[in-house]
């Protein structure tokens, strides 16, 4: 009973409109009367009550000396509540068309804080891709995304990547990268970073829990070196494919020996602090 409490107050239903209203449902029609003594809503409160009740379409009123009440079928009620929540959500969705253009801004960088909140953002900007998505993300990260890039994919967007931590998909082009857990001791954490039509991008740390960070940007400035760095690493990704021994001859297993010429960590780790 208290579920059913708080789903009716979930579609805005009061706690004495709930009660007169499950009581209807189980007996009915009734007088005020009848309503408020089966309910436990107070005489006082019950008119009122469901005069409410009446005015929103959950309840029929029989007039006469003696008005009795029936409630609206709960199909009926469910189907009425989510036909206006639609209209609703469509009334809105054109009402704020008029603000895309502030919305879409290219000028400013944007925090994020938090890592589930870091991943919320990327789903709005998956979902808002149309011709191609980079993605470097270790495994942790890509199974939460994995719906919405499916999801894209479908509609025709390519998707493409680089994976930290072995990743399967049969719906995009996954290039596996060498050390993930040396990298992300190096680098103090998982990170990702995320290119959208080459129009946006998300970049940041994902691994520290409410302390993790990104930031978001349309800004030409940072979008363009941004996908640039995940292009570079496809580069470097397929020279491997095809030249892995000559390359590894040069340069050690997995490159290591650039690894540890270009890193700015003494003992080739970053102790991060929040």
Known sequence: MDNIFDTLKNLHFTEYEAKAYLSLLEESPLTGYAVAKNSG??????YEVLDNLVMRGDILVSPGNTPQYTPVPAKELIRNRRT????????AEKF???????VHDRENIWNITGDTEILDKVRTCIEAANKRILLEVWKEEYEVLADDLRAAAKKGV???????????SDFANVYLHDMSLDITEEYGGRWLVYSGDDSEVVAGIVSLGKDSRAAW????????????VIIHDLYLMELLNKHRDILEESFGK?????????????????????
Do not use: C, Q, W
Not at 41 to 46: A, Y
Not at 254 to 274: A, C, E, G, Q, T
């Open 217 to 228: 940007t349309m800004h030409v400035g940072l979008v363009m070196p941004i996908t640039e």
């Open 96 to 102: 704020f068309e008029n603000f895309e253009r502030s």
């Open 84 to 91: 206006k929540a639609e209209e609703n959500f469509d009334k």
């Open 158 to 168: 390519n998707v493409t990547i680089i994976a930290y931590g072995e990743v399967e």
């Open 41 to 46: 809503v107070p005489r006082s409160k019950i």
């Open 254 to 274: 997995n490159l290591i020996s650039l690894r540890h010429k270009f890193s700015i960590h003494p003992d080739f780790k970053k102790h991060y602090v929040k």
